[in-house]
């Protein structure tokens, strides 16, 4: 009976499963797989054994040599880069809503450029503090008037980071504004916040009409220049504009010659006053 059975190779049931016998594992024996055009093969082949143990959940099995599981290896590596994406460092709130008009200066040297450059051109410079809850407050609305006004240039100064700058131009209230334009230099300068937004609205439109200036931008005052230059913290370097000499036409020396009659009188009326 032992025989018959060894040689018929009947499969016996073994805890409610089917068993294959000792001898089909040295025989190659066959895979399944999900069908799918656009996956490639997997590179390690699952037997039948490992085929009771996985569950297809209800999908159509074929037979053949290998697993098509790419999809899956696929769906991950999607997911992982989307996770990379959600990660990634998130922007600070005086970077959110910046226009392209909008500018954060880096340098000393950097303001200064960014005004004598900015030709005819009416530029507000905002000094804020990341610190600042009325910095916070009042950024998107400084963002929006940016957007509306595209011919703007609003300058961003982080008082943080530039402290002996601020300190050098006597900024020391914030949030602040200053308005330049062309060969006229600064307009005005005032605190505000969101409570008091009306003084910058009415500061942007008395300022922002159409004005033609003669001559180059005039930028930060020779007194700030001189300031900026002379603060160890900060690398700039000024040098004072020599202003030329006029020729003075031929004086004649008879001209600024008194009559001795008023030399009298002014020390007779001299001495009657300290005499009273």
Request: with cysteine.
């Amino acid at each position: 009976m032992a025989e018959v059975l060894g040689r018929s190779k009947l499969v016996l049931p073994w805890k409610g499963r089917r068993s294959v016998p000792p001898s089909s594992k040295r025989s190659p024996s066959l895979v399944a797989y999900r069908r799918s055009s656009s996956a490639s093969p997997c590179s390690r082949p699952l037997r039948s054994s490992s085929l009771m143990k996985s569950g297809f959940y209800g999908e159509r099995l074929a037979w053949g040599e290998r697993i098509r599981e790419e999809p899956v290896k696929e769906r991950v590596d999607g997911l992982c880069v989307k996770m990379a994406l959600c990660i990634g460092k998130g922007l600070k709130w005086w970077e959110k809503g910046v226009q392209p008009n909008m500018k954060e200066i880096q340098s000393a040297q950097d303001l200064v450029d960014s005004l004598v450059n900015g030709g005819n051109k009416l530029i507000i410079v905002d000094f804020f503090s990341p610190g600042c809850g009325g910095c916070k407050a009042l950024h998107p609305k400084i963002c929006q008037f940016a957007e509306m006004n595209p011919e703007i240039l609003f300058l961003q100064v982080n008082y943080e980071e530039h402290k002996s700058m601020c300190y050098s131009l006597n900024v020391h209230v914030l949030p602040f504004f200053r308005f330049y334009h062309g060969a006229q230099g600064r307009l005005c300068s005032f605190s505000c916040t969101n409570a008091t937004i009306k003084k910058f609205k009415d500061a942007l439109a008395k300022h922002s009409t159409v004005r033609c200036s003669l001559g180059p931008a005039k930028g930060l005052e020779e007194s700030e220049l001189m300031a900026l230059a002379s603060n160890k913290d900060l690398s700039f370097r000024y040098t004072v504009k020599s202003m030329p000499v006029e020729q003075l036409s031929p004086v004649n020396p008879q001209e600024f010659i008194v009559p001795a009659s008023r030399v009298s009188k002014s020390k007779e009326s001299e001495s009657k006053v300290l005499v009273r």
